[in-house]
């Protein structure tokens, strides 16, 4: 999926799942937006009040922790794909981002990093 004007006003393709992708077909059909693929009422885009009451009520809905915010599935999202193996460098590119030190900070290590990691020692045949 190619994205025109993300964050940081960048644009960059990434990622959109088959899932997600079937989901918003069928949204499309339905709402057919002119020129934002998330219409507010009046036509325009969302604006930044408008995504977090939306997320808020999602966050209820589903049970997700209420302190979570849309940044927060930005780095989830970075952290999810470092956590399945994917390079640094491809979650650079797919947040856009110019530096790797960028992406370092959005990729906290998690318990599932440290149980990949295995000291060479283990590996020599003593």
């Not at 969302?46 to 849309?70: C, M, W």
Request: proline share 3%; charged share 20%.
């Amino acid at each position: 999926m190619f994205v025109y004007g993300g964050k940081g006003k960048k644009d960059r393709c990434t990622l959109l799942s088959p899932k997600a992708w079937e989901t918003l077909q069928g949204y499309l059909a339905i709402y057919r937006p002119v020129e934002w693929v998330f219409e507010g009422q009046n036509g325009g885009s969302y604006s930044e009040r408008s995504v977090q009451a939306l997320f808020t009520k999602a966050k209820a809905d589903a049970g997700i922790n209420p302190y979570a915010t849309v940044h927060t599935l930005r780095h989830s999202f970075a952290t999810h794909l470092l956590e399945s193996g994917v390079d640094l460098r491809y979650i650079q590119g797919l947040l856009g981002h110019e530096s790797s030190k960028t992406t370092e900070i959005y990729t906290h290590i998690t318990r599932v990093g440290w149980e990949r990691v295995q000291s060479p020692f283990d590996r020599l045949d003593v």
